[in-house]
């Protein structure tokens, strides 16, 4: 981090100071968003995130969502869930799109999708014969649902693969839209993620009241929620 002029500089450093072995880099930098916020005057700042090929020149913009969104996230999600045992995640979504939004971004973070196994199948076999699960629904990772799913068939389909030894965690992504779904897919997420006992996140996109009501309920379930697949993953 590169500091050309910032009002409160001797907080910044005193902060860092008292930090054993991480200076300035780790407190410092909650001081001068702090400043940030609430309007302080900072002028030339420039902000070098480190990547995975080292350390680039970033934007504002860039620093906020990286490093202070990134860790409230991963604050959320670590105060709720039991830290993951591995790298193999289940998607599942009523919503084809948000679903290939986290499958994509996924790899960037070290993350696998498998495929499901035969024994999983079988398991989503007999929901289709059931009718609990539609049969246009194709078994892949991440599995979509479809937009004509219902909540117990969301809820259902989620137990089934809940206990699967092919996966350490998984993401869930019901979407409001559709007229089949209500907010009663949150308690039977939170019922089925309770027994499981593997780390489990959720996302539903958007800000409309519905959206939140959503991540509300989720969070009141100890499921972590946000409001995009890519913030979810990371």
């Known amino acids: 981090l590169h500091i050309e002029c910032i009002r409160g500089i001797r907080h910044l450093h005193d902060d860092g100071r008292d ?11 909650f001081d001068l968003v702090f400043d940030f916020i609430i309007g302080g005057e900072i002028k030339n700042v420039k902000f070098w995130i480190f990547t995975r090929d080292g350390f680039s020149k970033a934007s504002t913009r860039d620093f906020w969502n990286r ?13 709720m869930q039991k830290p993951v045992k591995g ?27 498998p495929s499901l ?24 990772n991440p599995l979509d649902l479809t937009g004509s799913a219902s909540t117990e068939g969301m809820v259902k389909a989620y137990e ?4 699967s030894p092919n996966f350490d965690m998984h993401l869930l992504i019901p979407t409001h839209q559709p007229p089949t779904l209500d907010e009663r897919v949150i308690d039977g997420f939170g019922k089925v993620a309770k027994k499981c006992g593997k780390s489990v996140a959720g996302c539903e996109m958007g800000e409309s009241a ?25």
């Not at 490093?67 to 105060?79: A, C, M, V």
């Not at 790298?87 to 999708?113: E, F, H, M, T, W």
């Not at 999983?120 to 892949?140: F, G, H, N, Q, W």
């Open 19 to 29: 930090v054993p072995g991480r200076g300035v880099f780790t407190e410092g930098l």
């Open 67 to 79: 490093f202070f969104i990134g860790w409230i996230d991963f604050s959320k999600i670590y105060s």
């Open 87 to 113: 790298n193999r995640v289940l998607v599942i979504s009523n919503a084809g799109g948000a679903a290939v939004l986290a499958s994509d971004v996924a790899p960037l973070y070290g993350l696998k999708l």
């Open 117 to 140: 196994s035969d024994e999983d199948k079988a398991k989503l076999d007999e929901l289709k014969k059931e009718r609990t699960i539609l049969p246009m629904v194709v078994y892949t």
């Open 160 to 163: 089934a693969l809940a206990q």
């Open 210 to 234: 519905w959206s939140k009501l959503f991540r509300s309920r989720m969070d009141e379930h100890s499921i972590p929620s946000y409001p995009t697949p890519e913030r979810a993953i990371r």
